[in-house]
């Protein structure tokens, strides 16, 4: 598909290699690389047939790595768990669980060795005794991508002062709110999110879509139930691709067309049990499902039907002031240099420290490399206001 593409590219540097000197022809050898990758990657990236809509397996995939260095200390196994304003991500009804008026949460990650940036916050508020709300913001991004697509111009002519710079990155909204029910124990809560994704000047996109959850606390018993994207979200995409017309016709692609991109619903269900040893010592496991139903994947269980990715995690609290965690998930099948098949998974590792209307949590990805997925150090911090503090 791209053999046109690159033989000429080859050709051109070639001829290069032959008129120009040494420093200079490496630089041009790697701004045309540079050229080349991007148009690879916005083939690839972009759909090739221009449907109105199109189902993709892993559309808003930003949506589901997770927020809180607590949570994902536990490898995401809180979603009975969760009662604070990460809530409004992992589960809304948990939100009728946080202990203050108003809680603040933040957090930033680094992924694929700092090359992308995780930002997140959020605000969580009670309304009443028995109801509270939350607003949580999303960005998942790689900035300062070199673009290098008219750096030559009609002549040949090199213009350094045309390399520009452009983010590919993805951001969401959270509108969350939960209530309690008349049913003791038993909370519900729902998410309406807009996503913004944007990829330089060439595309951008809108989505909408709804979440929906429920936590059922009995004795030391907790169970939970997380529908995201409950409707299918939507993103509706946008092209601006006019300068490439000549590389997509000389490669043989087909213009991306403005499409609509659907997400399909994923179910999480949930269970945990509190243990208390004496006062001062709190152990608690909990055991996640997230069920897909958008075909088969790498998951431990997979069928046409759904999809089914365990996770478990563990607390390990002291006064609930300091805390242990740990947890293990993304559990796949790969085939290793000898071409057997390996179960490989992630484990995780975090600390907590709760201190005068502050916790500060942290969380270590990928112990050992036990699984495909890269290393990364995640910080969170919460903070806690009551109205009574507010007056002072």
Same mark, same amino acid.
């Given at each position: 598909?791209?053999?046109?593409? %690159?033989?000429?590219?080859?050709?051109?540097?070639?001829?290069?290699?032959?008129?120009?000197? *040494?420093?200079?022809? %490496?630089?041009?050898?790697?701004?045309?690389?540079?050229?080349?990758?991007?148009?690879?990657?916005?083939?690839?990236?972009?759909?090739?047939?221009?449907?109105?809509?199109?189902?993709?397996?892993?559309?808003?995939?930003?949506?589901?790595?997770?927020?809180?260095?607590?949570?994902?200390?536990?490898?995401?196994?809180?979603?009975?768990?969760?009662?604070?304003?990460?809530?409004?991500?992992?589960?809304?009804? &948990? %939100?009728?669980?946080?202990?203050?008026?108003?809680?603040?949460?933040?957090?930033? *990650?680094?992924?694929?060795?700092? $090359?992308?940036?995780?930002?997140?916050?959020?605000?969580?508020?009670?309304?009443?005794?028995?109801?509270?709300?939350?607003?949580?913001?999303?960005?998942?991004?790689?900035?300062? $991508?070199?673009?290098?697509?008219?750096?030559?111009?009609?002549?040949?002519?090199?213009?350094?002062?045309?390399?520009?710079?452009?983010?590919?990155?993805?951001? *969401?909204?959270?509108?969350?709110?939960?209530?309690?029910?008349?049913?003791?124990?038993?909370?519900? &809560?729902?998410?309406?999110?807009?996503?913004?994704?944007?990829?330089?000047?060439?595309?951008?996109?809108?989505?909408?879509?709804?979440?929906?959850?429920?936590?059922?606390?009995?004795?030391?018993?907790?169970?939970?139930?997380?529908?995201?994207?409950?409707?299918?979200?939507?993103?509706?995409?946008?092209?601006?691709?006019?300068?490439?017309?000549?590389?997509?016709?000389?490669?043989?692609?087909?213009?991306?067309?403005?499409?609509?991109?659907?997400?399909?619903?994923?179910?999480?269900? *949930?269970?945990?049990?509190?243990?208390?040893?004496?006062?001062?010592?709190? $152990?608690?496991?909990?055991?996640?499902?997230?069920?897909?139903?958008? &075909?088969?994947?790498?998951?431990?269980?997979?069928?046409?039907?759904?999809?089914?990715?365990?996770?478990?995690?563990?607390?390990?609290?002291?006064?609930?002031?300091?805390?242990?965690?740990?947890?293990?998930?993304?559990?796949?099948?790969?085939?290793?240099?000898? &071409?057997?098949?390996?179960?490989?998974?992630?484990?995780?590792?975090?600390?907590?420290?709760?201190?005068?209307?502050?916790?500060?949590?942290?969380?270590?990805?990928?112990?050992?490399?036990?699984?495909?997925?890269?290393?990364?150090?995640?910080?969170?911090?919460?903070?806690?206001?009551?109205?009574?503090?507010?007056?002072?």
């Amino acid at each position: 598909m791209y053999r046109y593409f %690159l033989k000429k590219l080859s050709g051109q540097i070639k001829e290069n290699i032959f008129t120009l000197g *040494a420093f200079h022809r %490496l630089k041009i050898y790697m701004n045309q690389f540079r050229i080349c990758i991007l148009l690879l990657l916005a083939v690839f990236v972009f759909p090739n047939e221009g449907k109105s809509q199109t189902v993709r397996k892993y559309s808003n995939e930003f949506l589901n790595i997770g927020v809180g260095a607590s949570a994902l200390g536990m490898s995401n196994s809180n979603t009975a768990l969760v009662g604070d304003v990460t809530s409004g991500y992992w589960n809304p009804a &948990g %939100l009728t669980r946080i202990e203050n008026n108003i809680e603040i949460g933040l957090m930033h *990650a680094s992924y694929f060795a700092s $090359i992308a940036q995780y930002e997140y916050g959020a605000v969580a508020f009670k309304i009443d005794d028995q109801s509270a709300a939350s607003i949580s913001y999303m960005r998942f991004g790689v900035d300062n $991508i070199p673009n290098t697509a008219d750096l030559i111009d009609a002549n040949g002519n090199i213009n350094y002062d045309k390399i520009t710079s452009f983010s590919s990155a993805d951001n *969401a909204f959270l509108f969350s709110y939960a209530r309690k029910t008349g049913v003791e124990g038993l909370s519900i &809560g729902g998410s309406a999110k807009v996503i913004y994704r944007q990829v330089g000047a060439f595309a951008h996109a809108w989505g909408f879509g709804l979440d929906g959850g429920a936590q059922y606390q009995t004795g030391n018993w907790r169970f939970a139930a997380m529908a995201r994207d409950v409707t299918s979200t939507f993103s509706a995409w946008s092209f601006n691709l006019d300068q490439f017309k000549d590389v997509f016709a000389a490669t043989g692609n087909a213009m991306p067309t403005n499409s609509i991109e659907i997400a399909l619903p994923r179910l999480i269900l *949930a269970a945990g049990h509190q243990f208390t040893v004496k006062d001062d010592f709190g $152990i608690y496991p909990e055991l996640d499902l997230d069920m897909t139903f958008d &075909g088969k994947r790498n998951t431990l269980v997979s069928s046409n039907f759904a999809s089914i990715d365990p996770h478990i995690g563990l607390q390990l609290s002291y006064k609930n002031m300091i805390y242990i965690r740990g947890g293990a998930g993304n559990i796949q099948k790969e085939s290793n240099f000898k &071409g057997e098949k390996i179960t490989t998974f992630q484990p995780n590792i975090g600390l907590g420290l709760k201190l005068a209307g502050f916790s500060l949590d942290y969380a270590l990805t990928d112990i050992g490399d036990n699984s495909a997925a890269v290393y990364s150090n995640v910080f969170s911090l919460r903070i806690d206001i009551n109205r009574g503090f507010m007056r002072r």
